[in-house]
């Protein structure tokens, strides 16, 4: 096995690992909801159907749920690309994002000097007005 298919191997691991995080609380969200309207709604809700429900909700955890959403489509996202070759890579320069840096930031898209780059001529942006 080379470098290349190690490094993927792991971030795969780290990406299902949150997968399963996140998917566990979804599922104790949802365990608040065992009957009724509401259960119908987070069911809904999670299978991925029209997430304008949501929107319309002021339930607190419904929006929880609704987050954890948004994560786990990144994560989908991510895997996608991984697959792909293109997770992990920085859009900007194309080079490799350490692991460190996406074990903090998995849905990263620049590397750090990217990144700073960008932070930098955002703030000297907004300082021009
Ligand atoms: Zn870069």
Redesign the pocket.
């Known amino acids: 096995m080379n470098i290349e298919q190690e490094r993927k191997n792991r971030l795969k691991k780290m990406l299902n690992q949150m997968k399963e995080q996140i998917l566990k609380e979804a599922r104790e969200e949802i365990k608040k909801f065992q009957t009724g309207e509401k259960r119908q709604i987070v069911e809904a809700v999670m299978d991925d159907a029209d997430l304008s429900v949501i929107d319309l909700s002021e339930d607190i955890s419904l929006k929880q749920l609704s987050t954890h959403r948004d994560i786990l489509k990144k994560i989908e996202e991510a895997l996608r690309k991984l697959e792909e070759g293109t997770y992990g890579i ?6 490799e ?1 350490p692991e460190e840096r996406l074990k903090i930031l998995p849905f990263a898209i ?6 700073e780059k960008i932070e930098m001529i955002e703030k000297f942006e907004s300082e021009e007005g």
């Not at 920085?90 to 080079?95: I, P």
């Not at 620049?110 to 990144?115: L, M």
């Open positions: 920085c859009e900007m320069c194309g080079d994002i620049y590397c750090r000097d990217c990144q």
